[in-house]
């Protein structure tokens, strides 16, 4: 999502986006006279709106650091620091990207709030999800543990992702689903239901020795065309289904992991340098029906 993110600038509502919930045209049937009735206005379209989520990462340069005479030792700590400033900010990012954040209006939003049917996020980018005509502004919001057309109690097989899949393409209008993301545990369930399916070919002719390689289970599973993943951040019983058509990381064009360069402390009585990394951003989806999420899923290997 950092690779394909969208530029963002501006002061309030720096993301905003024109979404278009009902037809703002009709159409009809006309005869050999060429009749028709007047067209009747209707307004389509409303803005969802969204702010940037600003984080930040101080970077200390102390006086000791700066002193040493050994400068190699120097730089290879300030090189380190540098790379864990990136390590904790994707990190911080993608255990937010699973997680609530609506308590807190500093933080992004999520996958949570984005893909939900208003049952729990009923006002999303300033509108009203519940309100009479904006259910095309809802997401799919499935219980896989004991409710509608699942009780997924020993996690999923081929046949029932594949079911999984084609009703949440049905739903959003016959547009199939970008990627998948699940916890490790329950993709792993699913991964052993792929598993028994594994052929593994030797040329012929040729002899088998330590060194040939035999292929052992999937770095991502592939069902109905739709790539799967599993992800550490993911939680327990939750698959959420994304469509990257509508759903995008968007990312401040002046501040996408910017560095302010080392400044020194000492006007605050400190003898030293700080600096620090900026990066504004925030996770959002234009069309929420075409995104899913499904929880209550059960039978976790782990």
Do not use: H
């Not at 002719?205 to 799967?228: C, E, H, Y």
């Amino acid at each position: 999502m950092i690779g394909n993110a969208q530029k963002a600038a501006g002061g309030l509502n720096q993301v905003t986006i024109p979404m278009q919930g009902n037809s703002m045209v009709q159409g009809q049937w006309t005869g050999y006279s060429g009749g028709f009735n007047s067209p009747v206005i209707t307004p389509g379209i409303q803005n969802g709106q969204w702010n940037l989520a600003y984080w930040v990462v101080p970077v200390p340069l102390p006086f000791g650091e700066t002193v040493i005479q050994a400068t190699d030792r120097e730089i290879s700590l300030l090189k380190a620091r540098m790379n864990d400033v990136y390590a904790v900010t994707r990190q911080n990012m993608a255990r937010l990207l699973f997680t609530n954040n609506t308590a807190n209006p500093l933080q992004p939003d999520s996958f949570l709030n984005a893909f939900d049917n208003g049952s729990n996020f009923p006002q999303y980018g300033g509108i009203n999800r519940n309100a009479q005509g904006n259910s095309a502004f809802q997401g799919q919001y499935i219980n896989l543990g004991n409710g509608g057309s699942y009780s997924l109690t020993a996690g999923f097989t081929r046949s029932s992702m594949a079911t999984f899949l084609a009703q949440i393409t049905n739903t959003a209008g016959g547009e199939a689903p970008t990627f998948v993301v699940m916890y490790p545990g329950d993709y792993a369930v699913l991964n052993q239901n792929f598993i028994a399916t594994e052929n593994t070919y030797l040329t012929p002719g040729n002899v088998g020795t330590m060194d040939t390689q035999a292929r052992s289970s999937f770095p991502n599973l592939l069902v109905s065309g739709v790539p799967i993943f599993a992800d550490y951040f993911c939680p327990k019983g939750y698959v959420f289904v994304v469509n990257c058509k509508y759903t995008a990381m968007y990312m401040s064009e002046d501040a996408a992991f910017d560095f302010s360069g080392f400044y020194s402390l000492v006007p605050l009585g400190q003898i030293g340098q700080q600096g620090v990394v900026v990066v504004g951003y925030d996770v959002i989806t234009a069309k929420s029906s075409a995104n899913a999420i499904g929880y209550g899923l059960a039978g976790a290997a782990f």
